[in-house]
């Protein structure tokens, strides 16, 4: 099972409120957030940290399984898979507006096409953002990141609009699986892939 929580840092911006984080994640956790300049970036750090830590006492997960992490803006996603040999990637992007030309570099042209055919601005960018997370899970499940030519790898969407992968690299033979999630007062687009196809609904805790 792949469990997903989202949270909002946007109080880990007090220094009271993030110093309490902060003496709870582990060193290494500390030293990365204490080389980010902004305020902003070290409570994403440091927060995202403290909720996979929520995580594993949750779920009883060790820290040999499976799990990613994620952040935008005042929110953080993570997805922990219970199953010791799964591959997991998640993706969380604020909605902004539609990057036409990022697109075209980036994505194949069917795909470009298929966000250029929505009829307004707004679809657009709902359109891209929600190829951009599906892509990004996927290079992150397979601990690629950008290190993975963005296409190399197809997102098709079947009859009910559910997205698989329509191509993919070779070196990957597994089968991976999709979910999407969207959150109420959320403005952001959310995508875990993971070669475990059972995903749990997703969490919205809070933090500080």
């Keep these: 099972m792949v469990y997903t929580w989202i949270a909002d840092i946007s109080?880990?911006?007090?220094?009271?409120?993030y110093r309490k984080y902060y003496e709870e994640v582990p060193d290494f956790r500390r030293e990365k957030a204490d080389q980010l300049r902004f305020p902003k970036d070290r409570a994403q750090s440091v927060g995202v940290w403290a909720l996979l830590e929520r995580m594993r006492r949750q779920y009883g997960a060790g820290a040999d399984q499976a799990?990613?992490?994620?952040?935008?803006?005042?929110?953080?996603l993570c997805s922990l898979s219970t199953e010791r040999e799964a591959k997991v990637g998640c993706d969380v992007e604020t909605v902004k507006e539609a990057r036409l030309q990022v697109a075209r570099r980036f994505f194949l042209p069917s795909e470009t096409a298929w966000i250029e055919g929505k009829p307004s601005e707004g679809e657009r960018a709902e359109a891209f953002y929600r190829l951009w997370v599906l892509k990004e899970s996927f290079m992150k499940a397979?601990?690629?990141?950008?290190?993975?030519d963005t296409r190399s790898f197809e997102i098709g969407f079947d009859g009910e609009d559910c997205p698989f992968l329509e191509k993919k690299p070779s070196q990957y033979p597994e089968r991976f699986y999709y979910?999407?999630?969207?959150?109420p007062g959320i403005g952001a687009r959310i995508a875990v892939c993971s070669t475990d196809g059972e995903f749990g609904e997703i969490c919205h805790v809070a933090l500080g």
Aim: no cysteine.
């Design 11 to 17: 109080r880990l911006r007090e220094e009271t409120i």
């Design 67 to 76: 799990y990613n992490l994620s952040h935008s803006g005042d929110y953080v």
């Design 142 to 148: 397979v601990r690629r990141g950008m290190g993975l």
């Design 179 to 183: 979910r999407e999630y969207s959150v």
